[in-house]
Structure formats: structure tokens, C-alpha cells
């Protein structure tokens, strides 16, 4: 493969991974608005701990949220997070997303408050974010280290407030079991052969 093939390779990669991204994130907003002119409709597509009924809500309540201010506050991280552990390839992606989603929802369901209704991409985002950490030290790769790095100077902190337990109206088990499911897809989908270029 030549170097312009190998550039144009990444390059596409880029632009599937941005425009996968920035389709995802335009669906919670495309959502959010039905939500809204429903009368809130969706917001029952949140999991409801321990009823067994809402177990078909584990998936969807990650793309649903509570008002434009809940999507507004997950936009930017789901799209950037998103789009750098997207670049790794999108089945591969799309397998890290689903373990995630499903493993946080799952937890939640197991765990959360009695009378709780929990949504929104937080959890995901936790999880992308330890999976984003975590993979270059798990795979020894140099620039996925230094990715890893550079999500946790710019969220660190975020990530840490939203671990507490005192923040009324925000999950933090959500939180908590979206940023474990997420390091355990490092573990889960560590590349055995060569990383592609």
C-alpha cells in the first residue's frame, strides 16, 4: 500500500466515523423534539428498576433524554468520545456501543433507587470514556495512550462529579456501571493482531 493509499485509507475512516457520529448525535435531537411535541411520550422508554417489563427499555433509554438541556449536556462528549473510539473501525465500534448500552442498562435496572425512571446517553458516554483510557495501555499502543490521555485531561473531572452519589437527579450508578462497562470492553475487544494504520 502506497503512502497516499494509506493516507486516503485514514481519511475515510475519519469521515465515516464523523458522519456516523454526527448522525447519532442529530437522532437524540431528532428525538428529543418528538419527546417534547408528544408530551413527553418517550420519556417512558427510561428503565424503571426491577419491574421485568422494562427490560425491553435497556436499549432505547440511551437514546432518549429529559428536556434539551439533558441532550444538550451529552452532544459534545458523545460526539467527540464517540468519534475517536469509532476511527478503531465501526463493527468494532458498534460491538463496544452495544456492551456498553446493554450492560449499563441491565445494571441499572439491577441496582437504581426503587421508583426511579432512568435515560440518556451518559452511561455510554461514561463507558467510551473508560474504554477510551484504558485501550491503549490494555493494547500497548503509543498514540492510543496518549488518545487515552488526553479524554481524561479534557473530561477527568466531569467523569469524577458525575461518580458522586449527591448529585440529586443524576444517576450515578448509570454513571458508574456505563464507565466499568467500558473498561471491561478494552479487556473485552483488545486486538490480537497488527492495529490497522
Aim: hydrophobic share 55%; charged share 10%; net charge positive.
Amino acid at each position: 500500500m502506497t503512502d497516499r493509499e494509506l493516507e486516503w485509507s485514514r481519511g475515510d475512516r475519519a469521515k465515516a466515523a464523523a458522519k456516523l457520529m454526527v448522525g447519532w448525535v442529530a437522532l437524540l435531537w431528532l428525538l428529543e423534539v418528538v419527546d417534547v411535541a408528544s408530551g413527553h411520550a418517550l420519556d417512558g422508554l427510561g428503565i424503571t428498576p426491577r419491574t421485568p417489563s422494562e427490560l425491553v427499555d435497556v436499549v432505547p433509554a440511551a437514546f432518549v433524554h429529559f428536556g434539551f438541556a439533558h441532550v444538550a449536556a451529552n452532544s459534545v462528549p458523545l460526539l467527540v468520545m464517540g468519534f475517536l473510539a469509532a476511527l478503531g473501525g465501526l463493527r468494532r465500534f458498534a460491538a463496544v456501543c452495544a456492551l456498553i448500552i446493554v450492560a449499563d442498562g441491565l445494571g441499572v435496572w439491577l441496582i437504581a433507587p426503587a421508583h426511579t425512571n432512568t435515560a440518556g446517553a451518559s452511561g455510554l458516554i461514561f463507558g467510551l470514556f473508560g474504554y477510551l483510557v484504558v485501550t491503549g495501555f490494555v493494547e500497548r499502543r503509543p498514540l492510543g495512550v496518549l488518545v487515552g490521555l488526553l479524554v481524561a485531561a479534557i473530561w477527568g473531572t466531569s467523569i469524577v462529579v458525575g461518580l458522586a452519589p449527591t448529585q440529586s437527579g443524576v444517576s450515578w450508578q448509570a454513571h458508574l456501571l456505563g464507565l466499568l462497562a467500558g473498561v471491561a470492553t478494552a479487556f473485552a475487544f483488545k486486538r490480537r493482531g497488527p492495529v490497522p494504520t
